[in-house]
């Protein structure tokens, strides 16, 4: 699928998936503004360098999405045809501690940004969901027609509000939303936050990590250039109002198969340190990627051993600013 619009306001685009997004999108010759608050989540110079490249190509905005008036004056600026809205307080652990912020970025920033597309006209509204949403949901693999209300942490429930907000504007206003249940993103560029990237960098270090729980809990990893096939084909999608699809990689992988695939791609044994479960982290997540396969045609191409050594290849060229 072709990506329709030629001026998108993306959110969040000096992130991990929000940066590799601007790249893909550039190449379809469409204008990019980026809105971005570098906030100190994780070391903002890592998404100074995200942008890096792009410098002069885009036009970046130092916003806080929680700002409705500088919103305001952007979208009247302007004129978007589609916002890609990535911006959020991402990961479960760091929301248990302050689910206030949690709530304040995620619910009123996306609240925000629909009211501003109302407001400026704007048709066309994507919006980064979460596989958390699922919660401790035991059918598996999670399918989009499941009945979910059991999310078990902040972060799951700002994700499953903006869902909600998503659908209201859709209804409302004739605002075409498009929400997609990302399943943990990987590669270039990854979160340092993430299981993935610390790992790497301390099995590589010769240094302990620390495993929550006996190895058992399984992921859906997704290859992040999967994830940016999959946004660019919702995008396109005009065939309804409003649309959950689940991107995910479709296969599973346990905690302990994660450790030995980074051990195999850095060459070292892992030093273990075993802790116990964390609290708000979900058993297991699996992506059932049948609707987005037959109305996107998304189709994961990165099998999750090669995507971890084209990960730690990455990290061993240096571009990796932070580690
Ligand atoms: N990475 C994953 O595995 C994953 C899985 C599910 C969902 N998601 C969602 O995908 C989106 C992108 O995730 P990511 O992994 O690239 O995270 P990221 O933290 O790298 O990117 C998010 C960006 O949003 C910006 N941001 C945060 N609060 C802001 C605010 N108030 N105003 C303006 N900008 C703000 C951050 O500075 C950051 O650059 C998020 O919405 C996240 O919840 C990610």
Redesign the pocket.
Known sequence: MTFPFRNALI??G?????SHLVSNLLTTGCEITV?????D??DPVI?EANLRAHAGTIDLRK????NAGSLDQLFADKRFDCVIH?????GVRPSIQDPQLYLS?NVD?TLNLLEACRKHEVRNFIF?????VYGINSKVPFSETDLIGRTISPYAAT?LMGEQLCSNYSHLYDIRCMCLR?????GPRQ?PD?AIAKFTHRIMNGMPIDQYGDGSTARDYTYIEDIIQGIVSAAGYQESNYEIFNLGGSQTHTLSELIEAIESAVGKKAIIRQLPDQPGDVPRTFADISKAGSLLGYSPTTPFLSGVHRYVDWVRSGEDSGL
């Open positions: 959110t969040g000096a992130g991990f998936i929000g809105v971005d608050d570098f906030n989540f994780y998404k916003i806080d999405i929680r990535l911006a959020a307080r991402a970025t920033g980064a969901s979460s596989s958390s994700k990302f399943f943990t993103v990987y979160r993430l």
